[in-house]
Nanobody
């Protein structure tokens, strides 16, 4: 499975961005997909996750602002980010699970930089 993330960029605070993650390869093995982020000097954190059943998790700091969704037919997942804040600045990674574990960490896309100006 190969994942490719794109859609990052520079945006003013309060703005929106949509990140996309395209999957290729043995995508039938993919169960949960998720988005992580890592800010400078901080640990990587799971931002959002959507399971194969559609169950969704968000870290508290993005609830009500970010939306994760997946389009299985087109082999892609998205992270819609609204009301962005400077503290959302980070490198964002998409990831996927194939083992049925809760954390999607079997496959990783390359990071995409999101920078939110104040």
């Amino acid at each position: 499975v190969q994942l490719q993330a794109f859609g990052g960029g520079l945006v003013q605070g309060g703005g929106s961005l949509r990140l996309s993650c395209a999957a290729s390869g043995s995508i039938s093995s993919i169960k949960a997909v998720g988005w992580y982020r890592q800010a400078p000097g901080k640990q990587r954190e799971l931002v959002a996750r959507i399971g194969s059943s559609g169950r969704i998790y968000y870290v508290d700091s993005v609830k009500g602002r970010f939306t994760i969704f997946r389009d299985n037919a087109n082999k892609i997942s998205y992270l819609q980010m609204n009301s962005l804040k400077p503290e959302d600045t980070a490198v964002y990674y998409c990831a996927a699970d194939s083992r049925g574990s809760w954390l999607p960490d079997d496959y990783w896309g390359q990071g995409t930089q999101v920078t939110v100006s104040s």
